[in-house]
Structures are given as C-alpha cells and as structure tokens.
C-alpha cells in the first residue's frame, strides 16, 4: 500500500457542507423510487458522508504522478446496436478525471467499452484535458512547458481478456485510485444487468477484473451509481439485494439478480450517476479549500452538449438530446451550481455570522 502522501482535516462546518453534498445529489427528482433505500443503506455502512470520504480517499492514498484509472460507459441498448451508449457516466468520468489532476496531480486512465473509446475522448477534450496515449500523458507530467494530458483504452468484455490487461497496467504502473462510474457489475454468479433485469455481460467491458486487481494490491477504490446495478453496490449488497425490484431475481436464466456483488471502499449513490462524481469535485474544493476545481453550470453544458454531438442518448428517454436519466439540461446545471454553493461559491456567508462564528443578534423592529 502507497503511504498517505497528504493529510486532511474536517471541522464541524465542513462535515455539514459534505453531509450537504451527499442530500443535494440524492433528490429522487424522476421518482423512480431506488435513491432514498440505496442513499439510507449507505449512510449506515459508512457512517459519515460519503462524497467528502471519497474526495478524502483519493487525497490521503494517492500521489502525484500516478495513474487513476476510471471506468464508465454502458451500452445501452445492445439488443438493437452496441453503437447505442448513454449521457449518465462519461461527462460525470471526465469532470472527476479533470479535477483530480488538477487536485492531485493524477493520470487519469477512463477505460471504456471499444465503441466508447472517441466519445470518451471528445468529452475529455471538452473537460480541458488532450488525450494521449497512456505513456505520453505520464510524460507529459514531465513536460517543461504546460501538457494536461489524459489517457482512454478500450477495456476487454472478454473477462480472461479484462484480467490480463488489468494485471498488465497494475504491473506496469503506479496506480493510485480505482473509480467506476456508472458501469454495470458482474452478480454472484458473474453476470451483469441493467436495472430492469437485462442480461448485458456479454456486451459490457469487465471493470470488475480491474476491481478486484486493485483490490488485491490494496489500491483504494470508489464506486458511483445510481440504480443498485453497479460496481460498488456490493458495498450494501445483503442489505440492498431483498429492496431492489430485481435484486434477489433479475428474470433472466442467471436467477442471481441485478445486485453487484464485489465492494469498492467507499460508495457514492447518486440521482444521476454524473452527479456522484460532481459531488466529489464539490468535496475535493472543499476539504482542500480549492474553489477553482468547482464545476460550473457553463461547463456542464458544454459537456452535456458534447454527450448529444457524439451520439450518447439520454438513457430514459432514448434520444440523442443534451440531457441525462430523463432530466432537463437545466436541472443538472442547478445541481451543478447548488454543489458550487454549498462549497461557498456565490455565498456571503460573512453576513450571517459575528467574528466569533456566532449567528447575529435579532434586529428589533
């Protein structure tokens, strides 16, 4: 295991800022009545919020020059095309990719199904970051003159495949992190579904080969999701399996449900699943006191525009459109800038306190 290379320390006031994160990006604004038993079940593993022991992992147990891998993507509707992907998961990959190499000064490594591989990389683009290969973006660490560099491969969805390339990059690199965003995992018995029940393990890349290699060496890892069908779910797995529509029996021949079943070290549930990595932003500009890694409303635009020019689909609704899970563009950029508030931006908080941090006197009228 790596040495902590950095330290961080959480008051009172800032406990309640990333308890704030966690209730912002857990609304069940579509109603589709998962978040509030996946958000309940995580508070109780955990203890404490979640998004700020994420951002926290990440800070204590990695160090600069290291890789982070990430994997996200789904193909969401292989029964028709594996050309058809989904807006929930890679815009939320490329603001966390950016903002822990701002942070942190990690690598970050998104690793995607085949299909996913430009779409992947144009959003990393419009996030700030060129795309290279994943030795030029460690060089590039290195450069004299200023290269923020990123790096995509395709991940195998062939699991002997998966796990030789996971033991590969592992014996190669220095990896920091592990995080999966949105991306199915295998069930006790090794299948991978979509909420529903879908059987999609042959057409989805197999991030939990590289899980459970990171794990095996001790390397921290971050799962986010938001329909119990994820990497990281495994985490609440016995609790969640019993609540879940489909989680004791997905209705496929499989019979072994739609619930992950490896753990990651820290869970982040999410309405949408790019929120859990924007609240983690919101949690690394908080406890490192940074309010120039914030995601802004103006940049998620940006992203969700580039989901739409690639072809992504909102998962929901099916259409190539700047939105996410069925939600309207303008309501990821008020949960957007409502995580950029909760960390100061935009707040005068100065007027509502004393020099003493005391709440001011009523004023008599």
């Known amino acids: 295991m790596n040495p902590p290379a950095r330290q961080v320390a959480a008051d009172d006031g800032v406990i309640a800022k990333l308890a704030t994160l966690d209730r912002l990006v857990t609304i069940d604004f579509p109603r589709r009545g998962v978040i509030d038993m996946i958000a ?5 593993r955990f203890g404490r919020p979640v998004a700020g022991l994420a ?3 990440l800070i204590e147990r990695t160090r600069p020059g290291q890789l982070v891998l990430i994997a996200t993507g789904w193909l969401d509707r292989p029964h028709v095309s594996t050309r058809v992907a989904e807006s929930d998961g890679p815009p939320g990959a490329a603001v966390l990719a950016r903002a822990l190499h701002d942070a942190l000064g990690l690598v ?8 996913l591989v430009d779409p992947m990389e144009q959003l990393l683009h419009t996030a700030g970051l060129r795309c290279l290969s994943p030795d030029e973006a ?3 660490t290195e450069s004299t003159s200023a290269l923020h560099a990123a790096s995509v491969i395709a991940l195998p969805k062939e699991w002997n495949a998966a796990d030789e390339l996971a033991r590969r990059l592992l014996a190669q690199y220095s990896v920091g992190a592990f995080v999966a965003i949105e991306k199915g ?9 979509t909420s529903r029940g879908a059987d999609t393990t ?10 459970l290699e990171c794990t095996r060496r001790s390397i921290p890892s971050v799962g986010i999701g938001d329909g119990g069908n994820e990497i990281g779910m495994g985490s609440i797995g016995i609790e969640l399996r019993p609540l879940l529509r489909f989680g004791e029996d997905c209705g496929c021949p499989c019979g072994g449900g739609v619930t992950p079943e490896n753990e990651t ?9 790019n929120w859990g990595g924007y609240a983690i932003v919101a949690a690394l500009a908080i406890l490192l006191r940074r309010p120039d890694l914030l995601h802004t409303a103006e940049a998620e635009t940006s992203m969700l525009e580039t989901s739409r020019r690639t072809g992504l689909i909102d998962g929901a609704s099916g259409y190539v459109t700047a939105s996410a899970d069925g939600l309207d563009i303008n309501i990821h950029r008020r949960i957007v800038t409502l995580l950029a508030a909760t960390a100061g931006a935009g ?10 941090g005391r709440p001011p006197r009523a004023i008599d009228r």
């Open 40 to 44: 309940s079940l995580t508070r109780a």
């Open 55 to 57: 951002a926290e992992t």
């Open 138 to 140: 460690l060089l590039a």
């Open 202 to 211: 042959d057409t989805t890349a197999k991030a939990d080969a590289v899980l």
């Open 347 to 356: 707040v005068n908080a100065g007027i509502w306190a004393d020099e003493g």
């Open 265 to 273: 070290d820290v869970l982040v549930p999410a309405t949408v699943s």
């Open 108 to 115: 970050p490594l998104l690793l995607v199904e085949s299909e």
């Open 185 to 193: 995992g295998m069930n006790r018995v090794g299948r991978i579904h």
